[in-house]
């Protein structure tokens, strides 16, 4: 590839550069220590802002958790998050009623659509030896037309986690309603973005991200 078509060489960060329709991409890498009875760190929280932990103190933050790593109840609207959880389980729960836990390779699609309030923890289970997670979460701005389409939460791989119904008790899943409209029923504007793009960035890591 010539070198002249690459407009801008950034070290990629927390969180990473994007462009239109991407709002936000993240790439979470905290090696948690072993857990302790209450899914937290059995670690001294000492020196951390707690409601606030993004530093890496020790490699890996509570982030808006207090007592569990993760992000309490917070609001989204107008927009989907994808998140592909590679290491480590995220527990999962919402404004619809759904709760789930689900990693190993999981891929959760949330359309936020008119508003949805949800929870995302990370439980530190294993009491023995470290707990690491490492995932990567996609913020998509909605077309016009859809930003107030209804609110729904999906996943699927590895572990099959079942997002629509209550998961953590054992239940049979129902039939789950179809997606809204939003990018993923929308392949027409996903082609009509990408192609010709006004200009082209590439990111290179110059290291672990964390």
């Keep these: ?27 979470h890498d905290d090696r948690y220590p072993k857990g302790n009875a209450a899914m937290g760190p059995d670690a001294s929280l000492a020196g951390r802002e707690i409601g606030q932990d993004f530093a890496g103190k020790d490699g890996w933050r509570m982030y808006h958790g207090a007592q569990v790593p993760g992000f309490p109840s917070h609001p989204h609207r107008g927009f989907e998050t994808v998140t592909i959880v590679r290491r480590g389980l995220i527990d999962h729960a919402d404004s619809l009623g759904a709760a789930a836990r689900f990693g190993g390779g999981d891929v959760q699609w949330l359309t936020a ?23 990567f979460q996609i913020w998509l701005n909605l077309p016009a037309r859809d930003k107030m389409v209804a609110p729904i939460s999906r996943c699927s791989g590895p572990t099959k986690s079942p997002i629509g119904y209550s998961a953590m008790p054992a239940a049979a899943p129902p039939k789950l309603p179809a997606p809204p409209a939003g990018w993923v029923t929308r392949p027409h504007l996903r082609r009509r973005q990408i192609r010709d793009p006004p200009s082209w960035r590439r990111t290179w890591p110059s290291g672990p991200s964390r």
């Design 1 to 27: 590839m010539p070198l002249d078509t690459i407009l801008d060489i950034t070290p990629l960060g927390f969180p990473w550069p994007t462009m239109d329709p991407f709002l936000f991409c993240v790439y």
């Design 113 to 135: 659509g008119r508003g949805i309030v949800h929870s995302e923890m990370f439980p530190l289970l294993d009491r023995a030896q470290p707990n690491p997670l490492e995932l």
